[in-house]
């Protein structure tokens, strides 16, 4: 069993005075702002970041943070528990003294050593996260869209409505120590600043009398290059199961055809009749992983 020699919180700037290039790097790409380094020897063998995340932090007026962790550079099934679990708690420590309130952090869900080491540190279960994808060329079809049209300004708070009635699987909806009114406006938010420019394109269902559900597509870089996220979609209740989430989804997907190479969307496994859409739309699944919260105080 190998000795851990140090675990703590260093800052960018010592990091940056160490030859540990790799853990620069990789903190530069999780934007962390303190980072907890386990060393053995000379080497660290784990490391991990947190960032804070601004738009929770807005919405709910309290500090909330990312977690990242590195690849562990040990083997042995105890010892990795113990160097994930050591990290969380440095960085717990550092995130107390900041104030924060809830930490979270999404993995693969095959990955057990990470997940006893968190728990060790406090952390705990929320969701189980699917994310889907599709090559842009498939799914498309030559279907007509008629009570489809590209949102237009004065539906905003409408489809907010929709948002905050509609959306109710997210995290903070899974998390009995979250504020749901918090959680609510988590998505009212989302589709407002979609609307106003964070999304590419917005397209709402409308049989004549108004908006009764969206679909959002944002384009993301992704490792595949040219790649978008459905980024939400809603139907309002009283129009579900009458196939319109699937012409909001077809109609992206028609959208995106020859615009992009791949197209993704995420949502969480017990919200069967999503996946039973994305999937009948030609979506397979990527990968299956899960998120941990962690509260400090109340
Ligand atoms: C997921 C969601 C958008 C689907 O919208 P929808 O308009 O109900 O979707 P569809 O009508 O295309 O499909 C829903 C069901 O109705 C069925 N259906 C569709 N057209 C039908 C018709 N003409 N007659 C009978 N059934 C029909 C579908 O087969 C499907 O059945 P299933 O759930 O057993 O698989 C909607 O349920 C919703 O808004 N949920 C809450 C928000 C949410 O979870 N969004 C996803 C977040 S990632």
Same mark, same amino acid.
């Given at each position: 069993?190998?000795?851990?020699?140090?675990?703590?919180?260093?800052?960018?700037?010592?990091?940056?005075?160490?030859?540990?290039?790799?853990?620069?790097?990789?903190?530069?790409?999780?934007?962390?702002?303190?980072?907890?380094?386990?060393?053995?020897?000379?080497?660290?063998?784990?490391?991990?970041?947190?960032?804070?995340?601004?738009?929770?932090?807005?919405?709910?007026?309290?500090?909330?943070?990312?977690?990242?962790?590195?690849?562990?550079?040990?083997?042995?099934?105890?010892?990795?528990?113990?160097?994930?679990?050591?990290?969380?708690?440095?960085?717990?420590?550092?995130?107390?003294?900041?104030?924060?309130?809830?930490?979270?952090?999404?993995?693969?869900?095959?990955?057990?050593?990470?997940?006893?080491?968190?728990?060790?540190?406090?952390?705990?279960?929320?969701?189980?996260?699917?994310?889907?994808?599709?090559?842009?060329?498939?799914?498309?079809?030559?279907?007509?869209?008629?009570?489809?049209?590209?949102?237009?300004?004065?539906?905003?708070?409408?489809?907010?409505?929709?948002?905050?009635?509609?959306?109710?699987?997210?995290?903070?909806?899974?998390?009995?120590?979250?504020?749901?009114?918090?959680?609510?406006?988590?998505?009212?938010?989302?589709?407002?600043?979609?609307?106003? *420019? /964070?999304?590419?394109?917005?397209? +709402?269902?409308? #049989? @004549? %009398?108004?908006?009764?559900?969206?679909?959002?597509?944002? $384009? !993301?870089?992704?490792?595949?290059?040219?790649?978008?996220?459905?980024?939400?979609?809603?139907?309002?209740?009283?129009?579900?199961?009458?196939?319109?989430?699937?012409?909001?989804?077809?109609?992206?997907?028609?959208?995106?055809? *020859? /615009?992009?190479?791949?197209?993704? +969307?995420?949502? #969480? @496994? %017990?919200?069967?009749?999503?996946?039973?859409?994305?999937? $009948? !739309?030609?979506?397979?699944?990527?990968?299956?992983?899960?998120?941990?919260?962690?509260?400090?105080?109340?």
């Amino acid at each position: 069993m190998a000795k851990l020699l140090d675990v703590r919180v260093v800052s960018r700037e010592e990091i940056g005075c160490c030859p540990w290039q790799e853990v620069l790097d990789s903190m530069e790409k999780w934007q962390a702002v303190m980072a907890a380094v386990t060393l053995q020897g000379e080497e660290p063998v784990c490391w991990a970041g947190a960032t804070f995340l601004g738009f929770e932090t807005e919405i709910f007026g309290r500090q909330f943070t990312k977690l990242q962790l590195s690849d562990l550079r040990v083997q042995h099934y105890t010892e990795r528990v113990g160097c994930v679990s050591a990290v969380a708690e440095a960085l717990n420590e550092w995130q107390r003294m900041q104030g924060v309130f809830c930490a979270y952090i999404r993995f693969p869900e095959d990955r057990l050593d990470l997940a006893h080491g968190l728990e060790q540190a406090g952390y705990r279960f929320v969701e189980n996260y699917l994310t889907f994808s599709l090559d842009s060329k498939e799914g498309v079809s030559e279907q007509q869209y008629p009570d489809i049209r590209p949102y237009i300004p004065s539906d905003i708070p409408v489809l907010e409505h929709i948002a905050t009635e509609s959306l109710l699987t997210s995290r903070f909806h899974s998390d009995p120590r979250i504020d749901p009114i918090g959680a609510a406006k988590t998505r009212a938010a989302w589709v407002g600043n979609s609307c106003q *420019g /964070r999304a590419e394109v917005v397209f +709402v269902a409308d #049989q @004549g %009398k108004g908006p009764v559900g969206f679909v959002i597509g944002r $384009r !993301c870089g992704g490792p595949f290059g040219r790649e978008a996220v459905l980024d939400l979609i809603a139907v309002s209740a009283h129009a579900r199961g009458a196939g319109l989430g699937q012409k909001l989804t077809r109609r992206l997907l028609e959208y995106y055809s *020859g /615009r992009v190479d791949r197209i993704t +969307v995420g949502t #969480q @496994g %017990k919200n069967g009749r999503a996946v039973r859409m994305y999937q $009948r !739309c030609g979506f397979v699944l990527d990968r299956a992983e899960v998120s941990f919260h962690m509260i400090f105080g109340k």
